[in-house]
């Protein structure tokens, strides 16, 4: 606050300082998430989201980010999230993402009630949503019925207006955790997102889901930034850039060093994924 500021002696940081132009890509799988960003020195960096102790020793299966959700208190949840739209204050024990809500539902002896409490596999939510009726209850025991999947994008350049009647959707809550994973003063605010999507996804599903991830994401943005500098939501955008196997041989043909040549270099990518199998074959 600034009366904090000013007890203090100290001068709040210019979060425009922070903004980057690098580039953030996203594969919202079935089963897990992958996150990458590129770094200031020219790398890239993959992303650990939602893990127990980030203080343990780094393990490969942290940077495949389980696509699940844990409804603990959502009462409490819900008056948080509709209180503000950027960067409300929620707790994590209200609702949870990633490895500790799959921990949760993997470790779970049968208890109907923590499995009543777990959504897991939102991007199969979404392709089916709208024909079919999907409920939750969480550890209070409030029992709610998800809406329906629907295509909500924010205005380009213009910033989101959040009320109490404002609706619940999980893939724009799971885009927010990933969201406040990836924007934060040390790794910098970012602005441009791509996602990748299997073959045959509907078109309409991925307006959905790319709607979805435009809010989450927009609202791990810090508040003053929005409130200082909007223009930077005109620079704001989540796109879809190749199907997940395309998106594949792109990065590993340059990994393996494979160079094109006047007849062109033949290639086949088996995308064994956690609910879909993509193929794709090229020059």
Known sequence: ???????????????????????????????????????????????????????EAVQPKHFENPTVLECVDFSAFEAAWT??????????????????????????????????SILPKLKQWALRSERSQVRLTDRKGKEMQLAPHIERNPVRGQALQ???????????????????????????????????FPVKYPREVKDRILASFRRGLQRSLPQTLIEHHPQVLNDF??????????????????HLGIDPTEEGVPYAVFDFGGGTTDFDFGL
């Open 1 to 55: 606050s600034a009366e904090a500021l000013k007890r203090f002696g100290m001068v709040a940081r210019n979060p425009e300082r922070d903004v980057q132009r690098r580039a953030v890509a996203i594969d919202f799988g079935t089963s897990s998430t992958v996150v990458a960003v590129d770094t200031a020195n020219g790398g890239r960096e993959l992303l650990r989201i939602g893990v127990r102790d980030f203080y």
């Open 83 to 116: 209180q503000r739209a950027y960067r409300p204050e929620l707790n994590w024990n209200w609702m949870r993402a990633a490895h500790e809500a799959q921990a949760s539902f993997r470790d779970n002896p049968g208890d109907t009630e923590i499995l009543a």
């Open 162 to 196: 959040i009320t109490q009647d404002y609706p619940f959707d999980p893939i724009e809550l799971y885009a927010w955790y990933l969201g406040m994973a990836i924007n934060w003063r040390e790794r910098g605010l970012f602005l441009k997102y791509y996602l990748s």
């Open 237 to 254: 955008e989540v796109n879809d850039w190749a199907s997940e196997p395309a998106a594949y041989a792109a990065a590993a043909m340059a």
